[in-house]
């Protein structure tokens, strides 16, 4: 076997004899591994910390979630295997904003993944566990992530470690009014334990997927081999998580340029190609109707801030960026990321370049968001610049650890020259060059090589050693360390010795600094094992967790510790045989949740004929689980009674007008207005707000607040059906349902509705030029404006419709109504007059016997029948079937990238520096 390049011009030039030799040859012993193998064992206990954090027995207990938006979620992956499984991912549900479309706007590979586990382990345990997993898996990924990037170690198990400091990270800790709205956005930004208690878990899931493709993709760039591998992740972050999935794109792109762009094109271009189409039967059909979508418009991020506030606050905060004590992880953003970038243009370290690059580009993306013109609010990418940030602070503390590392090696190489010249002897603690076969190629950049490839990235390579990182050949152009004159010499050859005291060295830091940053996060997490334990003790918890009890006489006073602020009684117990009155002392968390209430009120609407509600909301109802709470009354009720409102806002066009009616029906401080730029009003158009509901088509109105109650008690067109008890005397006080007259599901219309003609297309063109101003005035409820229609009926540009006259015509009487979950039939005792069906429009409704449907205001749909029985069915559009068919492309795609992979014989290439 030849030398290996390094070796025969840097061994001394007169080797004294063997048996003076104190030799130490590395060979191919384990313990050259050991680095490897730590960090590894770090991923591993960060993966592990977390999992702990979130939990684990609370995780497997049979208790539906709860807790913010998370408690809402539940509906969804069990109304995916209930209706639309095994065939498709999406269709129609009446579930929620008079219909929307379930599974399109929203996220399939969580939800196929709890019905995936929910086949072993009950639903409520299935869901728990996939909300865990992206959090668990996320270290995990950022430890794939610099490991196919060749970063030297201990890189891998840093990146391990910063990413679980991320998903550690609660928010701006300032106090004052600005820092805690930063806080907020933060915990709802996407990707951090706190964003993921909070109901994003599909986010969380997304980046760890993410980075799991970054780093696969860059073996597959490299080695030509499993080419399937980071097609597939890429598809399943796609269908996890679409911003997220624009993320792994841009990644993609900078982790491809970094890796001969040009001689990887063809890999690249197939990898992207078939992970873009293993997504399409989601993306295809939800980018074809975003059109048909409602626009929080959620205010962008750091524009027209108030004080304190800016672009800056979020981007470059003092508790990132300064020092905040000697141990290395915590000296500040500052300084560690400029250790990275100092490194990186010495060595030309591409795993830091790659790192470097992608976070500066979501910063950027991130600051100047209005000027491209998204809809997507500017705080989601926020968070990639956070991992960045996280991540390049990892590569600044693992430059400092590989620096020690050769001072180490460099000083036992010092000693051990002196101690040789004090025994009047040639000093030599290396390979004597004859034996070539330990397969070390070229030395590192700190001069402590000569190091071993990471394994799996050629074929032939061999595992990587202590220090692996500039593993280069020294032909291949373009990589790694160079004979530059502005570049750091590597300096003589590393002995045996002199590499083993930097291992030793490395391996300590290593795991030293691991075990201190995982430390510290333990004692900064803040609120999070509180929000895991409210979250996952469920809604059917009814006991408050006890810490630090103890038993003791009643009336002693008992502390945790001594000298500690006396415990507070939690319960008394009976006496004892010898008279004595005993209480338990301790410390009470408040997890218990009212679920006797809460369940009194699902079965009085269970057992209620169906139809559909709409509810007074409020923060009192979090004493459920969550303020959304009786967003699952179609999940209790197995779609018995469905309700106005759900968690998918964005999903339905629909959603203004549900919340605009809700603010005129429910008490000051119970209404949310959540979306922005339409007008809402207040309680005292009450009168209004019931004739909106009847316009909605809504059968029930549900009320807790006792002045709801009293106008609900006196307005005639609600009768009261069913009260249930308050059982704590703490609001919501009892609830009360109520039957709303007059408010059929479909009518015959009084007037011929007008085309407004002209609209802009995308959700604010229907919306704010006609259905808002429409809905305002009630007065035009029953002469709706419409999209489109037949020729004979009156149009008019844009808005000019709202105010055109209409011409009266006799209702056509509509009975025999049925609704199922995909379908709308009725019949009408004549043809050739409008009717109005008042379940949300989308383009995916036909119509049979019939012309139309007809958007209608505000979201409805009207017909003209052109038979006495009618039947609306939900569909599939052409973008469905073209995303059907993309997907089945890409299924193939992945079969000829395996066969690809297989037959791939790349040449070695050259490593990172």
Known sequence: MPTPIGLDDRRDPDPPPAAVRRRLRPASGWWWHLDDWLGLVVAVACAAFVAVLLEPGLLLRDTTPNGGDLGAHVWWPAYLRDHLLPWRLSGWSPDFYAGFPAGRFYFPVPALTVVGLDLVMPYNVAFKMVVALGPVLVPLGAYVFARGLRAPNPTPAAFAVAATAFLCFTGDPGTTPAAQVIAFNQRIMGGTLASTLAGEFSFTLAIALALFFFGTLAIALRTGRHLWLPAVLLGLCLTSHLVVGVFAGVGALVVWAFHRPVRSFTRAAAIGTVGVALSAVWVVPLLST????????????????????????????????????????????????????????????????????????????????????????????????????????????????????????????????????????????????????????????????????????????????????????ADAPGDGPGPDWWRPSPGPPATVGQRAAAMVVMLALTALLAVG??????????????????????????????????????????????????????????????????????NRVALAKQWPEYRALMDALADLPPGRALWEGGPSL?????????????????????????????????????????????????????????????????????????????????????????????????????????????????????????????????????????????????????????????????????????????????????????????????????????????????VGKPVLVKVSWFPNWKAEGALGPYRATPNFMVVVPTRREVTLRFGSTPADWLGRLATLAGLAGVAGLVVWGRRSTPRRAPADG
């Open 622 to 830: 979090d004493k459920y689980g969550t303020p959304l709470s009786l967003m699952l009354i179609p999940h209790w009720t197995d779609g018995r009674i469905t309700s106005m409102e759900g968690v998918y806002f964005e999903a339905s066009a629909t959603t203004p007008y549900h919340f605009e009616t809700v603010s005129a029906l429910v008490a000051p401080g119970q209404n949310s207005n959540p979306v922005r730029g339409v007008p809402y009003r207040t309680q005292d158009d009450f009168d209004l707000g019931v004739r909106q509901l009847q316009a909605l088509g809504v059968d029930y109105f549900i009320a807790h607040t006792p002045t709801t109650k009293a106008k609900a008690d006196a307005d005639a067109r609600l009768t009261p059906l069913v009260s249930t008890p308050d059982r704590d005397g703490a609001d919501p006080q009892g609830w009360t349902v109520y039957r709303v007259a007059d408010a059929p599901l479909v009518e015959g219309l009084a007037f011929e509705p007008v085309v407004a003609e002209g609209v802009d297309r995308g959700p604010d063109g229907w919306e704010q030029q006609i259905a808002v101003p429409w809905w305002w005035f009630p007065g035009q409820y029953d002469a709706p404006v419409v999209a489109a229609g037949p020729d004979r009926w009156r149009r008019a540009d844009g808005a000019a419709a709202l105010t055109l006259a209409r011409r009266p015509v006799e209702p056509v009487r509509v009975r025999d109504v049925r609704v199922d979950e995909e379908s709308v039939r009725f019949r009408v005792d004549e």
């Open 517 to 586: 940053a995982l430390s510290g996060l333990d004692d900064q997490k803040s609120f999070l094992p509180y929000w895991a334990k409210w979250n996952f003790t469920g809604y059917e918890n009814v006991t408050d967790e006890v810490t630090d009890s103890s038993v003791a006489p009643c009336g002693t006073e008992v502390t945790a510790a001594p000298g500690g602020v006396p415990l507070p009684v939690v319960s008394s117990l009976p006496v004892g045989g010898d008279g004595v009155a005993r209480c338990v002392f301790g």
């Open 290 to 473: 975003l059109s048909v979508t409602t626009d929080m418009r959620y205010g962008p991020i750091g524009v027209d801030p108030p004080e304190g506030q800016g672009f800056g606050a979020y981007l470059f905060p003092s508790y990132f960026f300064a020092p905040a004590s000697w141990a290395p992880y915590r000296w500040g953003a500052g300084l560690l990321i400029a250790v990275a970038v100092v490194a990186a243009v010495l060595w030309l370290r591409r795993s830091t370049l790659v790192v470097l690059v992608l976070t500066v580009a979501c910063g950027l993306v991130f600051r100047f968001w209005t000027d491209l013109g998204s809809h997507v609010w500017n705080l989601r990418v926020l968070s990639f610049w956070y991992i960045g940030v996280h991540l390049l602070m990892a590569v600044g503390v693992a430059e400092l650890v590989r620096g020690a590392a050769w001072g180490a090696g460099r000083a036992w190489r010092a000693a051990a020259e002196r101690r040789s010249a004090a025994d009047g002897e040639d000093w030599d603690d290396g390979d004597d060059g004859d034996d070539g076969d330990d397969g070390f190629g070229r030395y590192d950049e700190y001069g402590l090589g000569p190091v071993r490839g990471v394994p799996g990235d050629e074929p032939g390579d061999e595992p990587g050693g202590a220090l692996a990182g500039a593993r280069a050949d």
